[in-house]
């Protein structure tokens, strides 16, 4: 395809003999005399690139740096008759594609082009990757995230809490930071902590701070999570994991809005709390793991976060952001074979397992079109197991009808006990729940 460039030189030699080089290496120019003229074509053309001419004047710095600004996809090189080192840093920190100083010989205009035609469509992908993770970074389409989502937005300017359960990988954080975001707290602090990541001996003073010399190893004051988070949004991870003993504290944090420093008074702040788990608390509670009391009262809206094998439709959109994230060349791609393998694999590591083997297979492919041999062997393999436990008729068989079954006949062989289902099917007790509450499943 003919490269379709617009050129800004006010001086009319010159932009006869920019025109020539350009028609020379094959591009389809269109020439402007001014600003304005400039300007209204852009807006109303579809370019591949820009070229504008720059003599070192205040006002050509203040327009070209207008010009990446306005549009950043858009690749713009720069010729310079002059320019100041000052302001090429100016310029190319600005995001313009190239910055050439005089001579504009043919070879060096026409390797300018090359670049800019291979990097346009990149900065086109980038640029919408960015505007994507800033309108909402949660990258989906399926009905059951959609829905989700609506739920999500629809808490985010309340001051409850939240408990997102889910199994791991599935992007318990990146949801918690979506409520934030979406909510009137958006321009506080985000503060996360991971209950399981510390020792309980610290955890209580990395929650709640504490004072110097309150226990050995104190030598000053510090500032735990809740001080920390005050105005925001302090997010729990792993909060199944927090000990029994620290629960009764983190309760009156919650009811309360206030807290003791280890070996401090007191203090008071405005915290909403958001916290996280991929187990199943409500057997924890059976088995005194967990406070009931504490379970209400940070599970006032909770939320289930499907597992990747439940929203197969948001694989290749998730395959596409993570070659943007991993900024992949312009051309490479999946194969149909490739797509229809990441589809029907039952991704037990959720999200986080399907951005890894992407990673992986950019890193070792032999090609740009990503093929079934540079699946990771853990992967690929699956396509060739035969312990199948399923005969499906040749007319097809419905996804959800064969969950359904699936969930009925393991309650029935463990006599309806939820917990030894749960158990059986190896998955979490509160998704085993979900499904029940889904398929509407009652004991006969």
């Not at 640029?127 to 829905?147: F, N, Q, Y």
């Not at 998955?427 to 889904?438: A, D, G, S």
């Amino acid at each position: 395809r003919e490269l379709r460039a617009i050129t800004l030189c006010k001086d009319t030699k010159l932009r006869l003999l920019l025109q020539e080089r350009l028609e020379a290496c094959g591009a389809n120019a269109s020439p402007c005399e001014d600003e304005g003229h400039f300007l209204s074509l852009l807006k109303q053309g579809n370019f591949d690139v820009a070229l504008t001419v720059f003599g070192r004047h205040e006002a050509d710095l203040k327009f070209v740096l207008g010009l990446c600004e306005a549009h950043p996809a858009l690749p713009i090189l720069v010729l310079a008759i002059e320019c100041s080192i000052e302001d090429a840093v100016k310029i190319m920190q600005a995001g313009a594609e190239d910055l050439i100083l005089e001579p504009w010989d043919e070879d060096t205009i026409k390797g300018a082009l090359e670049r800019a035609s291979l990097n346009f469509p990149l900065r086109k992908r980038r640029i919408g990757a960015r505007r994507r993770k800033k309108d909402r970074e949660i990258i989906c389409k399926s009905p059951s995230m959609l829905k989700l989502l609506e739920i999500a937005r629809n808490v985010a300017p309340s001051k409850a809490s939240v408990l997102i359960q889910g199994e791991s990988g599935t992007g318990k954080e990146l949801l918690a930071r979506y409520i934030h975001q979406e909510s009137d707290r958006s321009g506080g602090p985000f503060v996360a902590i991971n209950c399981a990541s510390l020792p309980d001996t610290l955890l209580e003073s990395e929650l709640f701070g504490h004072l110097k010399g309150s226990f050995t190893g104190a030598i000053k004051d510090r500032k735990g999570k809740f001080s920390l988070a005050d105005g925001g949004t302090l997010f729990l991870d792993e909060i199944g994991e927090l000990p029994i003993d620290l629960q009764p504290k983190l309760l009156r944090a919650l009811q309360e809005q206030a807290f003791e420093p280890v070996g401090g008074t007191t203090e008071r702040v405005d915290v909403r709390v958001v916290a996280a788990t991929n187990r199943d608390l409500e057997a924890a509670m059976l088995n005194g793991e967990f406070r009931e009391d504490l379970y209400y009262r940070l599970a006032v809206v909770p939320i289930e976060l499907p597992p990747l094998r439940e929203r197969r439709d948001d694989i290749p959109l998730l395959l596409d952001f993570f070659l943007q994230k991993h900024h992949a060349d312009v051309g490479v791609c999946f194969s149909p074979a490739v797509l229809a393998h990441l589809q029907s694999y039952a991704w037990p590591g959720n999200v986080r397992e399907l951005e890894n083997v992407v990673e992986q297979m950019l890193i070792l492919r032999q090609d740009d079109c990503l093929r079934i041999d540079d699946l990771p062997a853990r992967i690929s393999r699956k396509s060739t197991m035969s312990h199948a436990v399923l005969n499906l008729p040749d007319e097809g068989y419905s996804l959800e009808d064969l969950e359904q079954e699936a969930v009925t006949q393991a309650l029935q062989r463990c006599s309806w006990n939820k917990s030894k289902a749960a158990e059986f099917l190896r998955i979490p007790r509160h998704t085993l729940l979900y499904r029940l509450e889904k398929y509407d499943i009652r004991q006969n």
